[in-house]
């Protein structure tokens, strides 16, 4: 892993102080690349730091929405309905240590089922970091879901170690809101009419003490989010793969009036993988 943005103060004191003397542009970058952690594994410490909720300010929290995303080279956001084969181990790393940096991971229906979510397991490398915060041992997964058509009997329902979340709309089905308490799950209304309303959600969520959240998609979801204005931050792995076909992209749904220009805040390079952290400016 090596980060190529941004380039911080120490990084060319130490490639021109460390080790042998190195002639040629070559030898410089090599050392470059070795004070920027070049040719090792990140640890799950690095990751973490590197990828930090930002400060809040005195007083109540406030709520940050972070997406984690995937991308191949030309656009697709998954291959064949899934979007492990876009992976990395690297990329795993990082999905890994921003779920257990977060309080809530929210997910769209059709991804629960498309993926074959599962309940978050308990890190024990972020065990005590967690504790010291103040979260539960592992995130909660929040589904986003008009009908509540889901299959309470997954993993995701029977065996949490926190209770479930299903963010769903005033007019849900009863009988749906019924059988879902009934395995567990705890529902919250989030909207008037069918749908979940993005600003309600995000409001319900760090009502509960949720303000570190974390959504995974999928793509309609976060075109949703992005549609209302609550996204807060975007990590993009760009895949180095290809994949053509008629893929979705990361964010679906209807365009915004104006798009959304966001700021590069980091970029991180592992075997042709980029791992990019996008802010509001």
Do not use: K
Request: some cysteine; glycine content about 12%; aromatic content about 4%.
């Amino acid at each position: 892993m090596r980060r190529l943005f941004p380039v911080t103060e120490e990084t060319a004191p130490r490639a021109a102080a460390g080790g042998p003397h190195v002639e040629g542009a070559g030898g410089a970058a090599a050392q470059a690349g070795s004070a920027r952690g070049e040719g090792r594994e990140w640890s799950l410490a690095e990751l973490a730091a590197a990828y930090a909720y930002p400060e809040t300010a005195q007083g109540a929290p406030q709520p940050w929405l972070r997406a984690n995303m995937v991308s191949s080279l030309d656009g697709a956001a998954q291959h064949e309905g899934r979007s492990q084969p876009l992976s990395s181990a690297a990329d795993m790393r990082i999905f890994g240590t921003l779920r257990a940096l977060a309080d809530v991971v929210l997910v769209g229906a059709e991804t629960v089922r498309q993926e074959g979510y599962r309940p978050a397991r308990v890190r024990t490398e972020f065990a005590a970091a967690r504790a010291a915060a103040g979260q539960d041992p592992v995130p909660a997964v929040a589904i986003v879901s008009a009908s509540l058509e889901l299959d309470f009997s997954l993993p995701l329902f029977t065996s949490p170690l926190v209770p479930t979340l299903l963010l769903t709309g005033a007019t849900a089905a009863p009988d749906r809101i019924a059988a879902a308490e009934r395995a567990g799950a705890r529902v919250l209304v989030a909207g008037e009419g069918a749908g979940v309303e993005p600003v309600r959600a995000i409001r319900a969520l760090a009502g509960l003490g949720h303000t570190r959240l974390l959504t995974e998609g999928g793509p309609r979801l976060l075109g949703q989010l992005i549609a209302a204005d609550v996204l807060d931050e975007l990590c993009l792995t760009l895949s180095p793969t290809l994949t053509a076909g008629g893929a979705q992209r990361i964010a679906g749904g209807p365009s915004v009036a104006v798009p959304h220009r966001f700021a590069l805040a980091s970029l991180l390079e592992e075997d042709g993988f980029l791992f990019g952290r996008y802010r509001r400016p």
